[in-house]
């Protein structure tokens, strides 16, 4: 069996291995597209297999779309290269459900895919088609959340965005620009109306989205690089909007165990790339079965009719409430502190920390006991259910491949959206007090002491990679396990950092109590444990 469109033909074998397969005539639903295009993807990563292309899938299966999925890919080429093309942008996706049964889909949604990139010319003039079609009604993106920076900690432009600025829309080198040359495009083509949509794991990610864009646009129009008029329709809201978006669907990177159990069924040429930018890709994609998208309902062009696919359309402050619920009240926090405690603790696995009675309190007074009084009802989504769903189906989830090494990735960027949210609501309530907070100082205290890069057993391991590791380790030199004098000194300019925890830790009175777990646990092998049974047994 072999995943394009050739194999594909022996429809019968695959149904016997149990794969569902599209239920759509994919030639005729491919000339659609490419005639009458209305949604195109930036990112073609693991999100988007597992997420959009299956939305879009299951909306083709019932014959509520006639038009499928274009993919643009800016920033790794061989994703394109070596996993779409190969496979005819087939891809499977398997979802692993809690119950441990496992749902194999072959995902025909992709029609197309291209790299984005103007030096490959034919596949940029192609692109080019794309956006200056009428019927295109929405660009969305996957990029991560580094994708859209067009400054740097300074403030200043970024050199790549600078030399971009300064050549104009032929020939930019950058992601965003190589966007927003596309969309210069369009406005040539006729000023034709399009929502932009970002789909990235941030907090407002359509401002991120708009600001990057709009820089460009201004950029471009003051050096007299583009046509008068580009940049005034980029700011008509007639004409291009910036959705705001909250997404959620746990999609780990593509699993050893899921590619030989995919291999047992009888699919040959199916391999686990790692690209020379470190991106971990295939031609298949394990995620969890829960999910959820909210996305600001403003399409200037109308749109894919996605809420039939099960999308929540809503206002922008809805979409806000959603977001901080999840990523700063019952999901992400929690992630965080599993991540940090299953890197001290020797942990593989996400779903096995929740096997262990303290992890799993942990887990839970974190939630509920801290989080969930601060968090705001969006209306939409109820708090207290979807946290029940993450501590209880998603999180313990024992098929999920997901490790804490994954989560505990840049957590010095995730902290003050993931927890300063929470603190300030304490201190400004008349109801909650700080004192009160026990989990989160615990959780610091176990971040910091994770970044001394020494497990619970006195072993080192590596740390995941995060953008301020050198600072903080510069910081920490003088820190030893057992060695507790110091130690105060040393953190305190850490916990003093507002844009680490969204709050001066001192300031909000949680310093001393960070400092008090973190000096338990430098006691020496063990006291992580000791410390976690102290506070929680
Ligand atoms: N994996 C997950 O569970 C979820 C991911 N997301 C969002 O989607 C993003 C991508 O996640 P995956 O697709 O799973 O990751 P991935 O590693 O499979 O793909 C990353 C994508 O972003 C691109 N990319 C990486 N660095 C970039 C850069 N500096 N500039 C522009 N593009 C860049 C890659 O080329 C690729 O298209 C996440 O950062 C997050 O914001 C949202 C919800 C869940
Ligand atoms: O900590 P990260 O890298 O944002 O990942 C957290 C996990 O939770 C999610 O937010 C779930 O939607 C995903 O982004 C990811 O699987």
Redesign the pocket.
């Known amino acids: 069996m072999k995943l394009n469109r050739e194999g594909l033909r022996s429809a019968e074998e695959w149904k016997a291995a149990g794969y569902m397969l599209p239920q759509y005539d994919r030639e005729a639903i491919y000339r659609n597209t490419m005639g009458n295009p209305r949604w195109i993807h930036f ?6 297999r597992a997420f959009q292309a299956n939305i879009m899938q299951r909306l083709l299966n019932r014959e509520v779309c006639d038009t499928g999925l274009i993919a643009a ?4 080429a061989e ?1 394109i290269d070596r996993v779409n093309k190969p496979c005819d942008d087939y891809s499977i996706l398997a979802t692993l459900k809690a119950d441990g049964s496992i749902e194999k889909t072959v995902i025909g949604s992709v029609l197309q895919s291209y790299v984005l990139d103007p030096e490959r010319k034919e596949e940029f003039g192609q692109l080019k088609k794309v956006l200056c079609n009428p019927s295109l009604q929405m660009a969305s993106f ?6 859209y920076n067009v400054y740097d900690k300074q403030g200043e432009l970024l050199p790549g965005i600078r030399t971009d600025l300064e050549h104009g829309p032929e020939n930019p080198k950058s ?1 965003i620009g190589k966007v927003v040359s596309l969309i210069y495009a369009r406005f040539l083509a006729g000023s034709f109306p399009l929502a932009l949509v970002s ?4 907090s407002r990610n359509g401002e991120r989205l708009s600001e990057a864009v709009l820089v460009f646009g201004e950029g471009w129009e003051e050096r007299g690089l583009v046509q008068n008029g580009f940049l005034d329709y980029l700011k008509d809201p007639r004409k291009i909007t910036f959705p705001w978006s909250m ?7 593509p699993d050893e165990t899921v590619l030989r159990m995919l291999k047992a069924d009888g699919l040959e040429d199916l391999d686990i790339v790692v690209t020379a ?1 470190h ?3 295939a031609p298949f994609v394990n ?1 969890e079965e829960c999910e959820y998208l909210v996305i600001e309902d403003r399409f200037p062009n109308g749109r894919p009719p996605l809420e039939k696919g099960g999308v929540i359309f809503t206002d922008r402050a809805t979409v806000e409430k959603v977001e901080k619920m999840k990523v700063g009240a019952c999901l992400n926090p929690i992630h965080t502190a599993l991540a940090v405690f299953g890197c001290l603790l020797g942990y593989r696995k996400i779903s096995d920390e929740m096997k262990q009675p303290l992890l799993k309190k942990l887990a839970a007074r974190l939630g509920y006991d801290e989080g969930l009084p601060a968090a705001v009802n969006p209306g939409i989504i109820e708090p207290a259910k979807f946290l029940k769903e993450v501590l209880t189906v998603r999180i313990p989830n024992p098929f999920m491949p997901d490790t804490p090494q994954r989560i505990a990735t840049d957590t010095s960027q995730k902290l003050a959206a993931r927890f300063g949210g929470t603190i300030r609501t304490y201190l400004a309530s008349e109801s909650l007090s700080v004192s009160e907070l026990r989990i989160i100082p615990l959780v610091f205290a176990g971040w910091l002491r994770y970044l001394l890069g020494v497990d619970d057993g006195g072993k080192p391991f590596p740390l995941s990679p995060d953008p301020m590791q050198e600072e903080l380790a510069e910081q920490l030199k003088e820190i030893r396990l057992g060695q507790i004098s110091g130690a105060e000194d040393a953190v305190r300019p850490i916990l003093k950092n507002d844009r680490i925890f969204g709050v001066d830790l001192y300031q909000a009175g949680l310093a001393a109590k960070v400092l008090d777990n973190f000096k338990e646990m430098l006691h020496g092998p063990g006291a992580v444990q000791a410390c976690l049974e102290q506070e929680l047994g």
């Open positions: 990112g073609a990563g693991n999100i988007f890919e800016g920033y790794d994703i996957t990029i991560t959340e580094k994708g992601y789909m990235d794991n941030c997404i959620d669907k746990i999609t780990p990177r930018k991106t971990y890709t995620a």
